[in-house]
């Protein structure tokens, strides 16, 4: 219901205060991310490109310094700095569901970054 795949049935969900079904596809993409438990992905791609498309809803697929920050941030974050470069293929389980992680992170990243500037 939240990232409106299930239709609600009665109620409403709200996200800032306001209803979702309100919310322009994009701007609703930029306020949550959804990590499925199992993702097959089948292209050749390193841990870098797979963090970089969690910033799609940004860059609609043409990263900035921006974008390219963020993505640094999410990789250190979740300690894959010596792997970016490996493909996903390649990789332990663990490896790829941090990878995932990563990928998803963009909206927490930016809160977490931001409440630290205050301390």
Known sequence: MVSRLISRDQGSVLLD???ITTIKS???????STLKQSNN???RITIR????????????????KEDWERVEQAIH??????????FIDELSGG????????MVL????????????FH
């Open 17 to 19: 205060g306001r209803d």
């Open 26 to 32: 994009n701007d609703l993409a930029k306020a949550i």
């Open 41 to 43: 992905v089948n292209i």
């Open 49 to 64: 490109e797979l963090v970089s498309f969690g910033r799609f809803p940004y860059s609609q697929g043409k990263l900035r």
């Open 77 to 86: 974050y979740m300690v894959l700095i010596k792997l970016q470069d490996k």
């Open 95 to 102: 490896q790829l569901q941090r990878a995932y992680i990563a």
């Open 106 to 117: 963009h909206r927490i990243l930016i809160t977490y970054f931001w409440l630290l500037s």
